[in-house]
């Protein structure tokens, strides 16, 4: 895909995250995007940070994309190309316990703690550091068998005690959307979201206070998401076009 094109797609996405956010009486800069850059060159992902950086040279108000990668072997092969524009990136994919040194070289975020093995493994690495890193608690808000997540019932009570880990800001949720072409199911997994989210803040446990985002809402389903409250959406077909799956990488 050319530069030209990225541009103009992801200028498209922006545009349909502004119209979203009206729509539902939010102000444009409550949203944030976040390209998923899953098989993705490292030139093209190029041209779409270089895109998003021009458009808030001209004027644009968005706040800087975020980059997210589902393979630690895709994120540390591209970070080291993409250093010099400095982006932020976060781990939006299931994360081994053997591949947590090798992400946390380059992720800022880690958005699918499920379970509370992973936040310990996660709060053991990086104690010490002057800043807490970010962890968002993913939520399998459909019950489909292929997603990830902890299951809405026990998500509550896994976030307070991810939130109590030292060295980890638990920063909101994160969830994929159920596959579905009835927009009422995909809105109720979002309100589902929403509504644990809300319980885990007013809690008030320890560490729970920043907990607001909710990083909810891809390419198909972006504006259902903002409806319901997201402050992430994780889009790459709608900019990158659509992509090959992978090959399966044993231990990925």
Do not use: Y
């Not at 579905?180 to 309100?191: H, I, K, L, P």
């Not at 259902?224 to 990488?249: C, D, I």
């Amino acid at each position: 895909m050319s530069s030209e094109d990225v541009t103009r797609r992801l200028a498209q996405v922006r545009e349909r995250v502004a119209a979203a956010c009206a729509a539902a009486g939010r102000g444009a800069d409550e949203v944030r995007v976040l390209l998923a850059s899953k098989t993705v060159d490292v030139a093209t992902v190029r041209a779409a940070l270089l895109a998003d950086a021009a458009a808030r040279e001209a004027g644009s108000t968005g706040a800087p994309v975020l980059l997210g990668e589902n393979r630690v072997q895709e994120l540390v092969a591209k970070a080291p190309a993409l250093v010099d524009l400095a982006p932020t990136w976060h781990v939006i994919g299931p994360l081994q316990s053997n591949k947590v040194n090798a992400a946390l070289r380059w992720a800022s975020a880690v958005e699918s703690v499920a379970d509370d093995a992973l936040a310990r493994r996660l709060s053991d690495r990086v104690q010490g550091r002057a800043v807490p890193l970010d962890v968002w608690v993913q939520v399998n808000v459909s019950g489909e068998a292929s997603k990830h997540g902890a299951h809405p019932g026990t998500a509550a009570d896994l976030a307070v005690r991810v939130a109590a880990l030292p060295g980890l800001r638990l920063a909101g949720f994160m969830t994929v959307g159920a596959r579905s072409d009835d927009e009422g199911v995909v809105r109720a997994g979002f309100a589902l979201l929403r509504a644990v989210r809300d319980e885990v803040v007013r809690s008030g446990a320890p560490g729970t206070g920043d907990a607001h985002g909710l990083s909810m809402g891809m390419s198909n389903d972006l504006e259902v998401a903002v409806a319901e409250g997201a402050t992430v959406v994780r889009v790459g077909t709608a900019v990158f076009g659509s992509r090959p799956a992978p090959a399966a990488v044993p231990g990925a």
